[in-house]
T-cell receptor, first 115, second 115 residues
Framework: DAGVIQSPRHEVTEMGQEVTLRCKPISGHNSLFWYRQTMMRGLELLIYFNNNVPIDDSGMPEDRFSAKMPNASFSTLKIQPSEPRDSAVYFC?????????????FGPGTRLTVT | AQSVTQLDSQVPVFEEAPVELRCNYSSSVSVYLFWYVQYPNQGLQLLLKYLSGSTLVKGINGFEAEFNKSQTSFHLRKPSVHISDTAEYFCAVNWRDQGAQKLVFGQGTRLTINP
């Protein structure tokens, strides 16, 4: 039973380059979340989708960040252009939205380093 | 703004000793409460959750937590820890008036078990 899959696991890029992070949620889950984890700010929710529709993107730091979910089994988080302060671990999580609070299942994360 | 505070950033304990990891949140408005664990280089995994009912909830790996509404706390406990419990632990809160999906995480507590 595959969990949430994220790729790549590690990404090193130079400032100014475009970065695309990918996520495949658990099959059958209909909610998807993107988080960023840093030492300074901890774990922050960037954006989440229900049924492929963005519901809340208030955590997206600025216009350089964008996220898409073209179908139920794939999502991307893009940073263009990247900056050193974007260095962090980015997690994708998915859940089955029925009613009440929903357990979120996390992927292994993508460690992004921008030099 | 609503917030989650984990009072200890690091907790070192000896193997087979008891441990308590503290979590307080900012508002007594109806909440759902969670504890997640993160092992090195992995995503977060749910340990336990409080939704309603008994204020003492039991989770995986022998952990339990107690919801205290008057103190707005949700402390995590284990009576006897093992080396394998070495990990980072995150408290998370969902305030019901913000919708059933948004989680706010604490800064995390790094639990180190010494032999």
């Amino acid at each position: 039973d595959a969990g949430v899959i994220q790729s790549p696991r590690h990404e090193v890029t130079e400032m100014g380059q475009e970065v695309t992070l990918r996520c495949k949620p658990i099959s059958g889950h209909n909610s998807l979340f993107w988080y960023r984890q840093t030492m300074m700010r901890g774990l922050e929710l960037l954006i989440y989708f229900n049924n492929n529709v963005p519901i809340d993107d208030s955590g997206m730091p600025e216009d350089r960040f964008s996220a898409k979910m073209p179908n139920a089994s794939f999502s991307t988080l893009k940073i263009q252009p990247s900056e050193p302060r974007d260095s962090a671990v980015y997690f994708c999580a998915s859940s089955l939205r029925t009613s009440g609070p929903y357990e979120q299942y996390f992927g292994p994360g993508t460690r992004l380093t921008v030099t | 703004a609503q917030s989650v505070t984990q009072l200890d950033s690091q907790v070192p304990v000896f193997e087979e000793a008891p441990v308590e990891l503290r979590c307080n949140y900012s508002s007594s408005v109806s909440v759902y409460l969670f504890w997640y664990v993160q092992y090195p280089n992995q995503g977060l995994q749910l340990l336990l959750k409080y939704l309603s009912g008994s204020t003492l909830v039991k989770g995986i790996n022998g952990f339990e937590a107690e919801f205290n509404k008057s103190q707005t706390s949700f402390h995590l406990r284990k009576p006897s820890v093992h080396i394998s419990d070495t990990a980072e632990y995150f408290c998370a809160v969902n305030w019901r008036d913000q919708g059933a999906q948004k989680l706010v995480f604490g800064q995390g507590t790094r639990l180190t078990i010494n032999p």
